[in-house]
């Protein structure tokens, strides 16, 4: 059974993600600075808000782009089947390009795009995301920067949703234990596909 607003507890507040993202900021700032390309890639819906408050840290001569990915849904439970939803506007070859996502969970969408963009022939290319929840890893990816390790509960708020809701919170929630107890002996994947 889906769970309910009732069933979550704060995790991070709106002051402890803007400390830890000014600080991912300097440190891409610094480890950049001699780019004059950059390209900061959003992974939509979920990395908006994380990607919006993060490049204002960046330097100013910085682009933008999205893409959206999906993984194909075979009943309640994600097959691990990713492709592309859109894509990205502009060509990468011999450009800085960060991924920014959400949250790296299975590293499934990772993997995938890592592949797909490294294609491309970019001069670098780096994700960067805002959780990490190395227990449910399915691919291993290399990730140059994370906000904070979690451990196994599904959380929502600053982009993350449920069911398409609660992207706007401006904290982080997680499912409390005993309701992610619960899910877990359910339907391990239900909550977890890309979105
Ligand atoms: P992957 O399993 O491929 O690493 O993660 C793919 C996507 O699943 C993430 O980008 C995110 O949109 C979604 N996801 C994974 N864990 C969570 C979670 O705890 N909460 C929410 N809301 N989405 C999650």
Same mark, same amino acid.
């Given at each position: 059974?889906?769970? +309910? ?6 995790? %991070? +507040?709106?002051?402890q @993600? ?25 992974v @939509? ?8 408050? !993060?490049?204002?840290? @960046? ?5 933008c782009?999205?893409?959206? !990915? ?18 990205l ?8 390009? @960060? ?12 993997h ?5 963009? +490294?294609a ?10 805002l ?10 990816v ?23 809701? %609660?992207?706007? !919170? ?14 877990d ?11």
């Amino acid at each position: 059974m889906t769970p +309910s607003f009732e069933d979550f507890e704060p995790l %991070y +507040s709106a002051d402890q @993600l803007r400390e830890r993202i000014a600080e991912l900021g300097k440190q891409i700032s610094t480890d950049l600075a001699e780019s004059d390309n950059l390209v900061v890639v959003c992974v @939509l819906k979920g990395a908006i808000v994380f990607m919006s408050d !993060l490049i204002r840290y @960046l330097p100013h001569n910085v682009t933008c782009d999205f893409l959206r !990915l999906s993984s194909y849904q075979g009943g309640t439970q994600s097959t691990g089947t990713v492709r592309f939803d859109f894509d990205l506007t502009q060509p990468i070859k011999g450009k800085d390009v @960060l991924i920014v996502e959400d949250i790296v969970d299975t590293g499934l969408s990772m993997h995938f795009l890592l592949k797909a963009l +490294s294609a491309r022939e970019p001069r670098s290319l780096k994700i960067c995301t805002l959780l990490d929840k190395p227990a449910r890893r399915k691919r291993e990816v290399p990730i140059s920067y994370t906000g904070f390790q979690i451990e196994n509960r599904f959380v929502i708020g600053y982009g993350l949703d449920l069911e398409g809701r %609660y992207r706007n !919170l401006p904290y982080i929630a997680a499912l409390t234990a005993d309701k992610q107890a619960a899910l877990d002996g359910n339907s391990e994947d239900a909550l977890h596909a890309p979105a």
